[in-house]
């Protein structure tokens, strides 16, 4: 809600700066999920709804893009279908490539230790 303090478009990319953290993430997808369709009429399914939409874009699972895309499939929002689809597209992006760079980063990781402990 605008009040004379907080603009809406404030209020907005405030929420989203939030969700690029790994905890303010799973706090704004939780809040979001109840809120989507109030925030939808406050900004009046203007820009600002795309911009919603792309809040949960930093997460990197299958199982949280299966999440995102069940519940973008129950909202009606044309001005945001496009930012919503690409939201799923991403995080499954995201997921595959974690998926298939994990074993690198480890070993990678597991070399960086060894590399300490024989040198300490």
């Not at 992006?93 to 590399?115: F, G, M």
Request: include cysteine.
């Amino acid at each position: 809600k605008e009040s004379d303090d907080v603009r809406i478009q404030d209020n907005v990319f405030t929420f989203r700066v939030v969700a690029y953290s790994q905890i303010g993430r799973e706090i704004s997808w939780n809040y979001l999920q109840k809120t989507f369709e109030q925030w939808y009429k406050i900004v009046e399914g203007g820009f600002l709804v795309q911009h919603l939409a792309k809040i949960p874009s930093e997460f990197v699972s299958f199982q949280k893009a299966v999440e995102v895309e069940t519940l973008y499939s129950t909202l009606d929002f044309p001005a945001c279908k496009r930012s919503m689809d690409k939201c799923v597209e991403n995080i499954r992006k995201s997921a595959k490539w974690r998926e298939q760079e994990i074993k690198t980063i480890e070993k990678w990781v597991n070399a960086q230790i060894n590399l300490w402990h024989r040198d300490h």
